[in-house]
């Protein structure tokens, strides 16, 4: 198959590429490198099937450049908040306009969308866990409002293109960790790690209390393929309906931080606590008895096994500094 994915550079982009190129499909990636990086794209460049189109998703997809396709993901969007949060208007812009480009893309295709919709659609939520029918409880004048709100009306665009017949699918992605994260990105299992293999205190945002639910990255790259292959678009099982993938084993940040350093005996590091971000969310935990009861996916990696993976993964990267 021919498989459009946007934002192949970014964290999730490469291990989806790297997922179905290993699969014998072709992949063409399209990435602006805003957020997406250059290492990551040398991981994916030297593959016979892959072929990288440097394109800002916030402008039309044409056939010209990037050619017929079967599938696309629909990735690109900066997704870290102090990423996001440099240039609010880029962010909001990414994500809608990015997302009508992607589906006019699909409608002229007759191609099968999936869009990579966020945990931030349920803001700091007052459900808990979160199911897919519960709309969030989101700021729009704030901080986080130009990714949570972009999201929201880019899931909103999706809606409106799936009336009109575009096969569109919305993953809702909870917190997700791996390899071919960027070392830099600011979020808190990168952060982490990698200030506990520097020996640089570790930054905990608040007094740590609040929790997230962390899914190692193959395993929410297995949900990503799975509902994208899914048979039954608009049946009565409603693949349509956003579908959380994340992990439910839920963790507080100062527990996860506890944990990073325990995988990590030798470093040095101290926690410090630092102010509270706003608008950060208090909790957040994925319900996912839709993805078990309709895609059959449950993540498999426990929280310990995959830092240990992503510490190694770090590693390597410190090594070749
Ligand atoms: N966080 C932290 N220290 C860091 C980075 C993040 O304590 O160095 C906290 C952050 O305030 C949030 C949680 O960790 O409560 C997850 O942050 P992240 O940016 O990874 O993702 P979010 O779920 O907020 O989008």
């Known amino acids: 198959m021919k498989i459009l994915i946007t934002g192949a550079a970014g964290f999730l982009g490469t291990n989806l590429s790297l997922r179905l190129l290993n699969e014998g499909h072709e992949v063409i990636g399209v990435d602006n490198l805003y957020s997406g990086s250059e290492r990551n794209l040398k991981q994916l460049e030297n593959h016979s099937r892959f072929r990288f189109v440097r394109h800002d998703i916030r402008k039309p997809l044409e056939r010209k450049t ?33 997302t009508r480009n992607a589906l006019a893309f699909a409608r002229e295709n007759n191609a099968v969308m999936l869009f990579s919709s966020t945990s931030e659609v349920y803001g ?31 899931e909103t665009c999706c809606y409106i293109a799936s009336k009109t017949g575009v096969d569109v699918r919305i ?16 979020r808190v299992v990168s952060n982490f790690i990698n200030q506990a293999l520097r020996n640089e205190p570790i930054t905990i945002y608040g007094d740590g209390s609040q929790t997230r639910s962390f ?32 992990n439910p084993d839920e963790f507080t940040v100062y527990e996860l931080a506890k944990k990073v350093l325990g995988l990590i005996p030798d470093s040095k590091s101290k926690i410090d606590y630092f102010q509270l971000p706003s608008d950060d969310p208090v909790v957040r935990r994925p319900d996912i008895s839709k993805a078990i009861k309709i895609l059959g996916w449950e993540p498999k990696i426990r929280l310990d096994e995959g830092l240990e993976r992503t510490i190694e993964y770090f590693k390597t990267l410190k090594e070749a500094e």
Do not use: W
């Open 215 to 246: 899914c190692y990255v193959s395993d929410l790259i297995e949900g990503l393929v799975k509902l994208m292959n899914h048979k039954k678009a608009h049946s009565e099982e409603d693949v349509f309906g956003p579908i959380n993938l994340g």
């Open 171 to 186: 993953a809702r992605i909870f917190n997700t960790y791996g390899p071919f994260m960027d070392p830099k990105d600011g």
């Open 66 to 98: 990037i050619g017929e396709v079967n599938q696309i993901y629909h990735l690109a969007c900066p997704a870290s908040p102090p990423i996001y949060q440099k240039d609010h208007q880029f962010t909001f812009d990414s994500s809608v306009d990015g």
């Open 124 to 154: 700091n939520p007052k459900k808990h866990p979160q199911t897919e029918d519960y709309n969030g409880n989101v700021n729009p004048v704030g901080e986080r409002s130009c990714y949570d709100e972009g999201k929201r009306a880019a």
